[in-house]
């Protein structure tokens, strides 16, 4: 593959994007309802939290910064342990993708293309993704390097346009109201979200300066968190904690109260648009983790065969995951991210046994020159 | 049910086409045929049964328990 | 041409029977029956001197036979008078006044002579031939560029004639490094191509692998610079322009001073020019031309209307079926009342008036002059008013695909607003199936194709795609001289700045005096 | 990398029987029915629907035959089914259009009193969970059986009975009520005040081209989602509209307090803060509004000129503004609807007491709480001219007084 070939900057914009499109195209409503004025603060200490998975799995790789932990993970947990976690971590990324396929193709049948069936909507999908994915990984990140801009612009407008009908006032509640109770389940969803930087463990080989990594980072996480406060506080804003946990797409229900200019009624269906569009670069990354475990594993060198059945997979597996929309929304909250937190701890486990055979071997050195 | 058959077939065909322009190892050839068998009939199977068993009901099952220990514990 | 047969100095006989002898007759025969049924060849014997028989083989018209017949034949006989019939000299000191003489042994060498246009006088006794070359043809005189008019700037555009052409580029560029290297092509034309680069600014990279795409081309025929874009460009079956091709010297000039390098054939008037990304294709040579501020507007204004050649049909489908909840109040009952009596759903509507606009634009340029301006009236007649009134068509569309077409030209090369207007009907497509979602998908697909589409190496997004600190002073924006201190990427690495100190350093240092 | 021209090959192949499969949800724009205006209404026979859906087909533009704008027809039909519930009306309605009804462009609801005396939950229920209603759509209210008036007004400023409601809410001259409003937070869901319209019949014997039609007319206080009895006079209504910060341009007069003849005054509320405060009895709330004003006409001999006047001018209106301000609020009080939302800013600032009362929060509106009010005008312009008629130009003397000029020399 084409070793030293995502830059930083490339690698910072990827993240950032990866990190705030479906925080804010899907999850806030699991924020506020599980703990209303306190989301934004469980936010910011989530964002933190997944910061800290991410820290460790960026120690463990710079350790070995030039081979893919695809290959080295084999002598630290040994044969045996290592290819079932892998295959875990593979899976829970293809639930992260099958997920927010069905995301979309929920939102989109149910306010904008009513009649569509949802197999059309996933195919579709499925082959951007695919297409975007099956040049490699450097047209991944090359994607997201051209959109970074345009999305966030997109995502800056909104709170600045429905800005006039804000009850400033209710902005306290956020202090006199502040529980950590109340704050830890948002702040746990949320680490699971932002946990999904700790897989740049995966595509180490492929940075150039991976030193700098932890700093890219960690600038992904502040704009997506900033970006995401600022959608989550408007929501706070306008509808009051209680009405904004009732609603099952607060992002939709924030951006129709803008109050209807004289050229454009609402501005939704576009702004929706381009959603997409970052959602699609986020899951082209995760394709493009899956082929790689799938391919590697088997010791091969190009992942590029795998990306089209993974992405068949995912796009039919959407279509399957679940029977109704209550049924996702329990299952949401039901654990299906503590899947996603486990195999983000994942590379904790690796980290830790490493250091201690690191430990073990040079006391061992120490020991018997 | 036919058209994953037919998705995973021209996937397939587009697949090793380019495996065999890019003159790849036989072993490329059976690793690649091998895997998409297994996810074909992984997919037919979930779309079979797509009404009574869904994934999410083993996620739950398998996972619920920590999260609401985690969560409300 | 691949040199089939290598020129052996010693007389190859069986060279498909060429006699191997020195005198005349038989030779004249052999030259002859090769050029037997050709008309416009000339074999003019002549005796010289103490009675040596000689003869000049040329094309009419186009060897100048007048010229040689004044400054060679005359002194020819005159001087012959003295070397008591001994030609030898002629061919070894140049003894003749003509610049281009050459001497030619090889049979097939010196049929080529006389095909390019040059005579050829044989001698009795000797087996060297001598070649001349006055040749003088008709050519078309440099005119004002037809396709890519500029206001202000130069107007000169290049002309069929080759020669003509690379006096253009070196009367622009007179500096030593500049390099013009001449290949020919096809077998059966044997045109010369020629290679227009400044070596200390081009990356060798690129003239090699320039040399390398072209070495393999083996044709019958080039007769256009179309022939070897189509060999030498890296995707051929993608839609956009990954070769950028102009007629005007300038903007060759001004691209080979940025370190590109310009391919130019024989009997075209079109310089093709590698490599290129998306934005250069988006810049007029007008912009450069024009104060900054202007020339930036007009930019943006490209940009604009690029999107909306591509995307406004698509907008009007999606919108008026999928999301009516966008358009305005007052705006939609017009609309749906303008539209309350077409038959056709807004998608075949769309599909129809595009087609029949596509109809009418090359319908206009086939036509000839006299009736072209007839056409496009009436043209626009049918498909607008009539059309309308007719209730077969929405007022809305006939507006947006007139919009669209003039859209499509504004785009400076007409190869990238071709590919605009050719992805226009898939995405017509996808928005009268998906909605603004089907839009979004088709742009993701088009955005990620054109990312990892190359053009000799670089990146056809390569200010933006992968991002390039300080390039996009050319791109988005242009930025005015006395900025532009680096020249682009595909400059080489080690010779990129373009002017020493900032062009407006007078400015800075007025202020001394004052405190 | 030559996969490539088989996916191009690929895409167009998929895209040809895609274009069978036809589009599924793409709807034509005249196959839609734009409902612009919602009314609802009880009658015995149960919840009364009526939809303003505009008939495109006889505005077409520019078309020489056909009806065209019919002559004072009004291009609009007002759909009308009945109903057990408001679902079953809509479907009832659905099911006769030969288009599809589309909520995309609907901004107001009308309500009619005997449906708000029964109660609004389910209205607001359906705009809430109909994805293409919108949560800013306005609530409007209408005595008596609202159909009957609704169709007989011929509107003569705009085409449409929803384009003069956009015009109120657009131009502030009408009290904004939005669905959001009244379901901001539990403990005062369902409590507001909505706008009532009061529409002029035309009398047939009238001439031609008298402007019949809609206007503004007080506002109704809901609790609980019911409407309670007294009702807003227009007045009180716009001391609430100061209090919610919608007073743009309203003009009243007031005495003078030097001469007690009359001033005239146009205000227009700048902002309004609410803050509450916490005393040893228990919680209060202060409303304070900033708003400017402007002399638009004066009868009085008060002097502008001077600042002190100015300054009385000032301490009038605000004592006439807090007075009409505490009117109205003890009028909300006795009905028992914090209209006003003062329960969240309560539960805002002060979260532990609020849970206290949570429960039993209108009893403690209605009774304990304590209502502050502070109105800030300030009398900034005077407009172009500075004394007023009668004291520049003397033409009040009183008639008996004048000099007689005798003719005689």
New interface residues.
């Given amino acids: 593959m084409e070793p030293q070939s995502v830059?930083q900057?490339?690698l910072f914009k990827l993240f950032a994007l990866h990190l705030f499109s479906t925080m804010i195209a899907f999850m806030l409503n699991i924020m506020l309802q599980?703990s209303g004025y306190n989301a934004p603060a469980g936010i910011m200490s989530g964002a933190i939290l997944g910061l800290a998975f991410s820290f460790i799995s960026y120690k463990l790789a710079m350790r070995r910064p030039d081979s893919f932990f695809i290959d080295y993970g084999r002598h630290i947990l040994g044969k045996w342990l290592h290819y079932p976690l892998l295959l875990f971590i593979a899976l829970s990324n293809l639930?992260i993708a099958?997920i927010n396929i069905w995301e979309l193709q929920d939102v989109?049948t149910?306010?904008?293309?009513?009649?569509?069936?949802s197999?059309?909507?996933a195919?579709?999908?499925g082959?951007?993704i695919a297409?975007?994915v099956?040049?490699g990984v450097k047209?991944v990140f090359?994607?997201a390097?051209?959109?970074f801009f345009i999305s966030l612009l997109s995502f800056l407008i909104i709170p600045v346009v429905v800005s006039e009908?804000f009850?400033w006032?209710?902005g306290?509640?956020m202090i006199?109201?502040f529980s950590l109770r109340e704050m830890?389940?948002s702040a746990?969803y949320t680490s699971s979200v932002f946990g999904e930087m700790s897989f740049v463990l995966f595509i180490f080989p492929f940075l150039q300066s991976p030193a700098k990594t932890f700093r890219s980072l960690t600038s992904s996480m502040i704009v997506s968190s900033v970006v995401v406060i600022l959608h989550v506080v408007p929501l706070l804003l306008?509808?009051?904690p209680?009405?904004a946990s009732?609603?099952n797409f607060p992002e939709?229900?924030l951006l129709?109260?803008m109050?209807?200019?004289?050229?454009?009624?609402?501005?939704d269906?576009?702004l929706?648009?381009?959603w997409?569009?970052s959602i699609?670069v986020k899951l082209g990354f995760i394709v493009f983790i899956i082929s790689l475990i799938?391919a590697r594993s088997?010791r091969?060198k190009?992942t590029?065969?795998?990306v089209?059945?993974?992405t068949?997979?995912i796009a039919?597996?959407s279509?399957?995951?679940?029977?109704s929309n209550i049924?996702?929304k329990?299952?949401m909250?039901?654990?299906?991210?503590?899947?996603f937190v486990?195999a983000e701890l994942i590379p904790v486990l690796y980290y830790l046994v490493d250091s201690i055979q690191i430990k073990y071997a040079s006391r061992k050195r120490a020991s018997s020159p | 049910m036919i058209?994953?058959l037919i998705?995973?077939l021209t996937?397939g065909i587009?697949?090793l086409r380019?495996?065999r322009r890019?003159k790849?190892k036989k072993r490329?050839f059976v690793?690649?045929i091998v895997?998409?068998t297994l996810?074909l009939l992984?997919?037919e199977v979930?779309?079979a049964v797509?009404?009574s068993f869904?994934?999410?009901v083993w996620?739950?099952a398998?996972?619920?328990p920590?999260?609401?220990w985690?969560?409300d514990g | 041409m691949r040199a089939k047969d290598n020129p052996m100095p010693v007389f190859a006989n069986g060279d498909d029977g060429y006699p191997d002898t020195s005198n005349l007759e038989p030779r004249l025969e052999w030259f002859r029956s090769q050029l037997a049924h050709c008309s416009d060849i000339v074999i003019h014997p002549f005796t010289i001197g103490t009675g040596t028989a000689c003869s000049l083989i040329y094309i009419r018209e186009l060897f100048d036979y007048h010229d040689a017949e004044e400054h060679l034949l005359k002194p020819l006989i005159k001087e012959c008078s003295s070397w008591n019939n001994d030609l030898s000299p002629l061919f070894v000191e140049h003894r003749l006044p003509s610049a281009g003489c050459r001497t030619l042994t090889a049979p097939s060498a010196s049929m080529d002579w006389v095909l390019d246009g040059c005579g050829l006088l044989l001698i009795d006794g000797d087996s060297r031939m001598l070649g001349l070359s006055q040749t003088k043809f008709e050519k078309r005189a440099i005119m004002e560029a037809p396709n890519e008019s500029v206001i202000r700037g130069p107007r000169e555009a290049f002309v069929e004639n080759l020669d003509t052409n690379l006096t253009l580029i070196r009367r622009r560029i007179r500096s030593r490094h500049l390099k013009i290297e001449q290949m020919t092509f096809g077998t059966k034309t044997r045109t010369s191509v020629v290679l227009i680069y400044l070596d200390d600014i081009c990356p060798d990279s690129l003239v090699k692998e320039m040399k390398r795409r072209l070495a393999c081309i083996d044709v019958d025929g080039v007769l256009g610079s179309n022939y070897l874009e189509e060999a030498i460009v890296d995707n051929p079956s993608s839609p956009f322009p990954q070769i950028q091709y102009t007629e005007r010297p300038d903007t060759v000039s001004a691209s080979v001073l940025e370190g590109r390098i310009s391919v130019m054939v024989n009997n075209t008037p079109i310089a093709l020019i590698a490599p290129v990304h998306f934005f250069t294709l988006l810049q007029s040579a007008e912009d450069y031309y024009q104060p900054f501020i202007a020339a930036t507007w007009i930019r943006w204004i490209r940009f604009v209307f690029l999107t909306t050649s591509l995307l406004l049909p698509s907008f009007y489908i999606?919108?008026t079926t999928?999301?009516p909840?966008?358009?305005?109040?007052s705006l939609l009952i017009s609309v749906s009342s303008s539209r309350e009596v077409v038959p056709f759903p807004a998608l075949m509507e769309a599909l129809m008036m595009e087609i029949a606009f596509e109809a009418l634009r090359e319908a206009s340029v086939r036509i000839p002059k006299s009736i072209g301006q007839a056409v496009s009236i009436i043209g626009a007649l049918i498909i607008g008013t009539a059309a309308v009134q007719a209730g077969i068509v929405s007022a809305a569309m006939v507006i947006i695909v007139s919009l669209t077409g003039i859209a499509s030209f504004i785009i400076p090369s007409f190869d990238l607003g071709l590919s605009f207007r050719l992805l226009r009907f898939p995405m017509m497509l996808l928005a009268g199936?998906?909605?603004?979602?089907?839009?979004?998908?088709g742009?993701?697909?088009i955005?990620?194709?054109m990312?990892?589409l190359q053009s000799f190496g670089t990146?056809y997004?390569s200010p933006?795609?992968?991002?390039v600190a300080g390039s996009f002073k050319d791109t988005l924006v242009r930025a005015p001289w006395w900025k532009m201190k680096r020249r682009p990427p595909t400059a080489d690495a080690a010779n990129r700045i373009r002017q020493k100190s900032g062009l407006r350093s007078w400015a800075e240092h007025s202020g001394e005096g004052e405190d | 990398m030559s996969?490539l021209p088989k996916?191009w090959k690929i895409?167009i192949l998929?895209c040809i029987p895609a274009m069978v499969?036809g589009c599924?949800?793409s709807v034509e724009l005249n196959n839609r029915a734009f409902v612009n205006l919602v009314i609802v209404d009880q009658t015995d026979s149960g919840v009364e629907l009526t939809l303003g859906i505009p008939l495109t087909n006889r505005l077409i533009p520019g078309f020489t035959g056909g009806t065209g704008e019919g002559g004072g027809q009004e291009p609009i039909a007002y759909v009308t089914r009945t109903g057990a519930t408001l679902e079953e009306a809509l479907q009832k309605i659905q099911g006769d259009i030969p288009r599809d009804v589309t909520f995309?462009?609907t901004?107001s609801i009308i309500l009619g009193s005997r449906l708000a005396k029964q109660g609004i939950a389910p209205i607001l229920e359906f705009v809430?969970r109909n994805?293409l209603l919108?949560?800013?759509t306005n609530l409007f209210m209408v005595e008596g059986p609202v159909k009957s008036k609704v169709a007989r007004m011929p509107s003569s400023f705009e085409r449409f009975l929803a384009s003069v409601l956009n015009g109120y809410i657009r131009n502030d001259q009408i009290l904004s009520t939005t669905v959001?409003d009244m379901?901001?937070?539990?403990a005062s869901g369902g409590d507001g005040l909505i706008p009532m319209l009061s529409f002029k019949t035309v009398d047939p014997s009238a001439k031609a081209g008298s402007p019949g039609g809609v206007g503004t007319a007080g506002a109704a206080i809901l609790r609980k989602g019911k409407m309670v009895t007294n009702v807003l006079s227009p007045e009180e209504t716009s001391s609430a509209r100061l209090v919610l910060g919608q007073l743009k341009r309203y003009i009243y007069s007031a005495p003078s307090p030097t001469d007690g003849r009359n001033v005239g005054f146009y205000t227009s509320s700048l902002r309004t803060?609410?803050?509450p405060f916490r005393t040893r009895q228990g919680l209060g709330v202060t409303i304070s509004s900033y708003s400017d004003a402007g002399i638009i006409a004066s009868d009085s001999d008060i002097d502008l000129r001077k600042q002190q006047n100015i300054e009385l001018l000032e301490k009038e209106i605000n004592r006439i503004a807090n007075k009409s301000l505490m009117e109205m609020i003890a009028k909300t009080r006795k009905s028992g609807a914090d209209v006003f939302n003062f329960g969240?800013?309560l539960?805002?600032?002060?979260?532990k007491e609020w849970k206290t009362i949570q429960q039993d929060w209108r009893a403690y509106y209605k009774d304990r709480l304590e209502v502050r009010v502070d109105s800030v005008i300030s009398l900034r312009r005077l407009g172009s001219s500075t004394d007023s008629f009668h004291n520049k130009l003397k033409v009040d003397e009183k008639e008996g007084d004048e000099r007689t000029w005798n003719l005689s020399p």
Avoid at chain 1, 319 to 323: E, N, R, S
């Fill in positions: 830059t900057g490339q599980s639930m099958i989109l149910q306010f904008y293309l009513v009649g569509t069936p197999w059309a909507i195919s579709l999908c082959i951007c297409y975007t099956r040049f047209s090359r994607a390097e051209g959109l009908n009850e006032f209710s306290k509640g006199t109201q830890w389940p746990y306008i509808f009051g209680e009405l009732n609603l939709l229900e129709r109260f109050r209807s200019g004289s050229f454009l009624e609402t501005l269906p576009a929706i648009a381009l997409l569009i699609f799938l088997c091969l190009d590029k065969p795998f089209f059945p993974i068949a997979f039919i597996g279509l399957v995951v679940v029977k049924q996702f329990s299952m909250s039901g654990g299906m991210l503590t899947m486990i | 058209m994953i998705v995973y996937i587009a697949e380019y495996l890019e790849r490329t690793i690649l895997s998409l996810l992984l997919s979930l779309y797509r009404t869904q994934i999410s996620i739950e398998l996972f619920g920590i999260d609401s985690l969560i | 999606a919108i999928f999301h909840e966008m358009i305005p109040y199936i998906f909605g603004i979602f089907g839009i979004a998908c742009l993701i697909i955005y990620v194709h990312l990892n990146p997004l933006i795609a992968p991002q | 996969l996916l895409a998929l499969t599924w949800s995309g462009q901004h809430e994805p919108r949560l800013n959001k379901m901001y937070s539990e803060e609410i803050r969240h800013y539960s805002v600032q002060y979260p």
